[in-house]
């Protein structure tokens, strides 16, 4: 058909003009069997939707804002790369920028307004009070891994506590007693959650605490990494909160003549991609982060077409023994 409407699909294929709106625009909420009949019919009469006119009668701009704390480093790029694929498969933009501190948060939030149909906000540095109170009602948004969950948003999380205690219990249950934490910043909610984790393990095993504060940076596992080795010479284990800190800690112990994991075991929190592929492979925590990506799209989709979703996912992170913590040790203690 010459010309074919989205009310000749509608009425072709018996449905709704809105059913066929959702079907062809990708939304979630759609069973495969309707669409997969919209989009045959569609096919056959030989429509094809026009952006700006779709655009225009929507006032949709058909693109997501995406505020992270960095947009350096494998975890982030990770993360991308999960919200590109499913925003590429339903035809939206993905529009980025940097979350900065405080009342910075706040007005760059503001100036996404009328550029973006929705928000995907990773904030695990920002204050919950200040960051739902700087979040403009009318636009919808998906909060991943914030440090509160929103109590009308969508939210994605990452059980950190769980992680970090099933970690440091790993390293315990292979002869390690002396386990010294790198930490993110106390600032930092994923941070202040891993030290929970690992405190409550030690505490099971009557163990004493050793925690360092890091900031999530490989240079910063480097640089630490002989500190720690002076300030905690009875060290038999170094449970980094990341994988990029244990990498930087791994350079530097290779660096001392240390053998990992023989005379000290290794362990991050992440499973990026280079934990694989470095020598000795990173015992880590696995963290779907593509997946959370590709989640918090398909969440925000369903929130800009009207779903009222309140509901917190929660990922409980997947324990991945590697090289570096293989080789079981007898403890000094």
């Known amino acids: 058909m010459a010309n074919a409407t989205i009310r000749d699909v509608a009425r072709e294929a018996d ?3 809105a059913s066929v709106s959702r079907a062809l625009n990708g939304h979630s909420n759609v069973r495969p069997e309707l669409r997969r009949h919209v989009e045959t019919v569609a096919a056959a009469l030989g429509y094809v939707p026009h952006a700006g006119a779709r655009n225009l009668s929507m006032a949709r701009a058909n693109a997501i804002g995406v505020v992270l704390p960095d947009l350096h480093g494998e975890f982030f790029s990770e993360t991308l790369r999960g919200m590109d694929r499913a925003a590429s498969e339903r035809g939206l933009q993905l529009l980025l920028s940097n979350l900065h501190d405080g009342d910075r948060a706040v007005a760059m939030l503001h100036t996404m307004r009328g550029r973006v149909d929705g928000l995907i906000i990773m904030a695990p540095h920002i204050d919950p009070a200040l960051l739902l109170a700087g979040l403009p009602s009318s ?3 998906v909060l991943v891994n914030c440090a509160a969950p929103g109590k009308d948003r969508p939210t994605l999380q990452v059980d950190n506590v769980a992680g970090a ?3 440091t219990e790993h390293l315990i249950a292979t ?3 002396q386990i010294v934490h790198l930490s993110g910043p106390e600032s930092n909610a994923e941070a202040r959650e891993r030290i929970e984790g ?3 393990a030690m505490d099971a095993a009557g163990l004493q605490h050793r925690i360092v504060a890091g900031d999530f940076m490989q240079e910063t596992g480097a ?3 002989p500190q720690i080795l002076r300030d905690h010479p009875e060290m038999d284990a170094l449970f980094a909160a990341n994988d990029m800190m244990a990498i930087g800690a791994l350079i530097a112990l290779r660096a001392a003549g240390i053998d990992v994991p023989g005379q000290i075991a290794l362990a991050g929190f992440d499973d990026i991609p280079l934990s694989r592929l470095i ?3 990173l015992t880590t925590m696995h963290v779907d982060i593509a997946g959370i990506g590709e989640r918090a799209v398909a969440r925000l989709t369903d929130a800009i077409a009207g ?3 309140h509901q917190l996912e929660m990922s409980l992170p997947e324990l991945m023994v590697r090289e570096t913590t293989q080789k079981a040790r007898v403890s000094r203690a």
């Open 175 to 177: 002869g390690r007693r």
């Open 307 to 309: 779903a009222k979703d």
């Open 165 to 167: 205690r099933v970690m």
């Open 139 to 141: 636009i919808p948004a």
């Open 279 to 281: 020598s000795p492979a």
């Open 15 to 17: 449905v709704s003009v």
């Open 198 to 200: 690992y405190r409550a």
């Open 223 to 225: 640089a630490l990494t």
